[in-house]
T-cell receptor, first 111, second 117 residues
Framework: DAKTTQPTSMDCAEGRAANLPCNHS???????VYWYRQIHSQGPQYIIH???NNETNEMASLIITEDRKSSTLILPHATLRDTAVYYC????????????FGKGTRLSVIA | GAGVSQSPRYKVAKRGQDVALRCDPI?????LFWYQQALGQGPEFLTY????????KSGLPSDRFFAERPEGSVSTLKIQRTQQEDSAVYLC???????????????FGPGTRLTVL
């Protein structure tokens, strides 16, 4: 079972920041937080991951609380192409463990 | 193309038919995963290969499901005597070998949508 809780859906105005929350209160010390997204009719796509420090890449920023029980994925300037289902996943760093997906958050970016 | 490809993209089968779904991973990727995604749900793990060895098949829902990767590259997921509950999108993902690294990205194909009538 997924170890994360996410809102079912969210809306965001185009050009504004999209902040997607995730609760993972039972996360273990050796587990990372990963985010993937799935655009309609495509396979999931990796976005970002982190352990305890905030992370940023060309796609998004990841903010992890100090107690690591929750995190927020930030898309700084959402576009219509960011409309997708976003999955928050916690997992150990072990070369080849499968991803355990929940239902994710359906983000709709509105013009 | 450099990505993971799957074929066919869509498959309609009559109940009781056998189907075979193909996955072409990224060249050189050692690890290969199969997932099943029901409508409105997240993907669920089916099975995992490292090269040609099937190391984990704990997610296969029944003995009607069989996967192989005989030469450590292309993989085939076979479903025998299909049932309506098998209707789903079947996703394949590949990953290069990493050891002791937190970077653990799986690259997914577009999936095969199977509809069993």
């Amino acid at each position: 079972d997924a170890k994360t809780t996410q809102p079912t859906s969210m809306d965001c105005a185009e050009g504004r920041a999209a902040n997607l929350p995730c609760n993972h209160s039972t996360i273990s010390g050796n587990e990372y937080v990963y985010w993937y997204r799935q655009i309609h009719s495509q396979g999931p796509q990796y976005i970002i991951h982190g352990l305890k420090n905030n992370e940023t890449n060309e796609m998004a920023s990841l903010i992890i609380t100090e107690d690591r029980k929750s995190s927020t994925l930030i898309l700084p300037h959402a576009t219509l192409r960011d409309t997708a289902v976003y999955y928050c996943i916690v997992r150990v760093v072990s070369g080849n463990t499968p991803l355990v997906f929940g239902k994710g958050t359906r983000l709709s970016v509105i013009a | 193309g450099a990505g993971v490809s799957q074929s066919p993209r869509y498959k309609v089968a009559k109940r009781g038919q056998d189907v075979a779904l193909r996955c072409d991973p990224i060249s050189g990727h050692v690890s290969l995963f199969w997932y099943q995604q029901a409508l409105g749900q997240g993907p669920e793990f089916l099975t995992y290969f490292q090269n040609e060895a099937q190391l984990d098949k704990s997610g296969l829902p029944s003995d009607r499901f069989f996967a192989e990767r005989p030469e450590g590259s292309v993989s085939t997921l076979k479903i025998q005597r299909t049932q309506q509950e098998d209707s789903a999108v079947y996703l394949c993902a590949s990953k290069r070998w990493t050891s002791g690294s937190s970077y653990n990205e799986q690259f997914f194909g577009p999936g095969t949508r199977l509809t069993v009538l």
